[in-house]
């Protein structure tokens, strides 16, 4: 399981499963669990131990990388699969192997599936099916085949992942099982749809921070791990930090992006839960994303902001970016922010985006953003200071001239006369109004 090798004893007399595990120079007990049964038998399917209990014909479900040695979900009956559509208490068959089409194999024995599943009982199962559910005739081989040698039949075992779904009440512990999930091993379920019902479900219930700090957690911890088992396997760096890097994990892991886009935001524009829960809901999730090294993606931080700006005063917000020191600088963000102090929202929003595109090394936007503020002389020194080629001079000449100061003119001028040679009529004008103000002090002086 998981590329690790075990060696299962079972203790029927005290009803427990050990299990070891063989590495190079040892052999360590490195899970137990109850089992609740002295007649079982094991099996394994997408890494997923099946604890088969011959009494009752239901299944334990155990997954070596959970962090608790409790079993995934409730006991599952063992039922029979089935392709007909208008029985809709039975999970689908995958399409290779359905119970009313079975394949023939060596020595002409059938082979159909035989799904772990909730909400089905051992009397759903047909003629072309188990007729005795753990028949005393029934022979477990691996890794998860059924030999029922009176029928002449095999069986396989799959997982009905929407069951136990249905059946596991800790949704954290649920979150983690699903994400190391293979998808090929259950093509007839969207895990990723699943992750999303129930990590939506659980901000619509509206969970104390505490649960929602769990859920977070096992979200991003699933995440770094898949980025962290792709590099492993391909050899190729993969790091959790890094945009696209979603599109090439194989597990059915939620990105932030997919969490900034199909749940936080989609939450805030439908309304759908308080601003005030919100708020803290997408506090508890970026603190998961840096415990686990995963960048935010910047419209994460734009969630942010808004939210912030609907629940507390705007110097607060402005304090929380201060204390951030540069963790959220983005060039979005920056933007966001001049479009904020634009409309009144965020008067310090001006202030902020420079710093930011400062910090950022985009020189140019933040010289436009002083040109537009008026002054002129700041943004000359900072198009000197590193030596800017896109904006054009006169840009600066006419911000120099909508001052109507003849000092600020010609000490623009000047510079940009280096640059190119801006015909001085254009701004006959302003030398007008000039020499009529320096005639006017001269006159009053005398």
């Given at each position: 399981?998981?590329?690790?090798i075990?060696?299962?004893?079972?203790?029927y007399?005290?009803?427990?499963?050990?299990l070891?595990?063989?590495?190079?120079?040892?052999?360590i007990?490195?899970?137990s669990?109850?089992i609740f049964?002295?007649?079982?038998?094991?099996s394994v399917h997408?890494n997923?131990?099946?604890?088969?209990h011959l009494d009752?014909s239901t299944?334990?479900?155990?997954?070596v990388?959970?962090r608790?040695?409790r079993?995934i979900a409730a006991?599952?009956p063992?039922?029979?699969?089935?392709?007909?559509?208008?029985?809709?208490?039975?999970?689908?068959s995958?399409p290779?192997?359905?119970s009313?089409?079975?394949l023939e194999h060596?020595?002409?024995v059938?082979?159909?599936?035989?799904?772990s599943a909730?909400g089905s009982?051992?009397g759903?199962?047909?003629?072309d099916?188990?007729?005795?559910?753990?028949?005393?005739h029934?022979?477990f081989?691996?890794p998860n085949?059924i030999?029922?040698?009176?029928?002449?039949k095999?069986?396989?075992?799959e997982v009905?992942?929407?069951?136990?779904?249905?059946?596991?009440?800790?949704w954290p512990?649920?979150?983690?099982?699903?994400?190391?999930?293979?998808?090929a091993?259950?093509?007839?379920c969207?895990?990723?749809?699943l992750?999303l019902?129930?990590?939506?479900g659980?901000?619509l219930?509206?969970?104390?921070?505490?649960s929602v700090w769990?859920?977070?957690?096992?979200?991003?911890?699933?995440?770094?791990e898949?980025c962290?088992?792709?590099q492993?396997?391909?050899?190729?760096?993969?790091?959790?930090?890094?945009?696209?890097?979603a599109?090439?994990?194989s597990m059915?892991?939620?990105?932030?992006?997919?969490m900034?886009?199909?749940v936080l935001?989609w939450?805030?524009e439908?309304e759908a839960?308080?601003?005030?829960?919100l708020?803290a809901?997408?506090?508890?999730?970026?603190?998961?994303?840096?415990r686990?090294g995963?960048?935010v993606?910047?419209?994460?931080?734009?969630?942010a902001l808004d939210?912030a700006l609907?629940?507390a005063?705007?110097h607060?917000?402005?304090?929380?970016?201060?204390?951030?020191?540069g963790g959220w600088d983005?060039?979005?963000?920056?933007?966001h922010?001049?479009?904020?102090a634009r409309k009144?929202?965020?008067?310090?929003?001006?202030?902020?985006?420079l710093?930011?595109?400062?910090r950022?090394g985009?020189?140019?936007r933040?010289?436009?953003?002083?040109?537009?503020?008026?002054?002129?002389?700041?943004?000359?020194q900072?198009?000197q200071?590193?030596?800017l080629?896109s904006i054009?001079?006169?840009?600066?000449?006419?911000?120099?001239?909508?001052?109507?100061?003849l000092?600020?003119?010609?000490a623009?001028y000047?510079?940009c006369y280096?640059?190119?040679?801006?015909r001085?009529e254009?701004y006959?004008t302003?030398?007008?109004?000039?020499?009529?103000l320096?005639n006017q002090?001269?006159?009053?002086?005398?």
């Amino acid at each position: 399981m998981y590329g690790r090798i075990y060696c299962a004893h079972i203790d029927y007399r005290q009803q427990r499963l050990a299990l070891y595990r063989f590495y190079k120079d040892a052999v360590i007990l490195q899970h137990s669990y109850a089992i609740f049964s002295q007649h079982v038998e094991l099996s394994v399917h997408d890494n997923v131990l099946l604890v088969h209990h011959l009494d009752s014909s239901t299944v334990l479900l155990l997954d070596v990388r959970a962090r608790s040695n409790r079993p995934i979900a409730a006991p599952l009956p063992l039922t029979l699969a089935t392709d007909d559509k208008d029985d809709q208490s039975l999970p689908s068959s995958t399409p290779a192997s359905s119970s009313r089409d079975p394949l023939e194999h060596e020595g002409k024995v059938e082979i159909a599936s035989c799904t772990s599943a909730a909400g089905s009982t051992a009397g759903s199962a047909t003629s072309d099916g188990p007729e005795h559910l753990a028949s005393s005739h029934w022979r477990f081989e691996g890794p998860n085949l059924i030999l029922d040698t009176e029928a002449g039949k095999v069986w396989r075992c799959e997982v009905d992942i929407a069951a136990v779904a249905r059946t596991c009440s800790e949704w954290p512990l649920l979150l983690a099982f699903l994400q190391r999930r293979h998808p090929a091993a259950h093509p007839t379920c969207d895990i990723k749809a699943l992750l999303l019902t129930i990590v939506k479900g659980a901000l619509l219930e509206q969970l104390d921070m505490a649960s929602v700090w769990q859920i977070f957690d096992a979200v991003a911890l699933g995440y770094a791990e898949a980025c962290a088992g792709k590099q492993a396997s391909s050899g190729v760096p993969v790091s959790p930090d890094s945009r696209g890097t979603a599109s090439r994990l194989s597990m059915p892991v939620l990105s932030p992006q997919e969490m900034e886009v199909k749940v936080l935001r989609w939450l805030h524009e439908e309304e759908a839960t308080g601003v005030q829960y919100l708020e803290a809901a997408i506090a508890e999730y970026l603190g998961s994303c840096c415990r686990h090294g995963i960048a935010v993606p910047p419209g994460l931080h734009l969630l942010a902001l808004d939210v912030a700006l609907l629940t507390a005063h705007p110097h607060q917000v402005v304090t929380t970016l201060h204390e951030q020191k540069g963790g959220w600088d983005s060039a979005r963000l920056a933007s966001h922010l001049e479009r904020l102090a634009r409309k009144g929202a965020l008067a310090e929003g001006w202030h902020l985006a420079l710093d930011m595109y400062t910090r950022l090394g985009m020189h140019d936007r933040h010289c436009q953003m002083l040109l537009s503020k008026g002054k002129v002389v700041q943004a000359l020194q900072c198009a000197q200071r590193h030596q800017l080629t896109s904006i054009d001079p006169e840009a600066f000449l006419s911000k120099a001239a909508e001052t109507g100061d003849l000092l600020i003119f010609t000490a623009v001028y000047r510079v940009c006369y280096q640059l190119v040679k801006p015909r001085i009529e254009q701004y006959n004008t302003l030398l007008r109004r000039h020499d009529a103000l320096l005639n006017q002090s001269i006159q009053a002086v005398a």
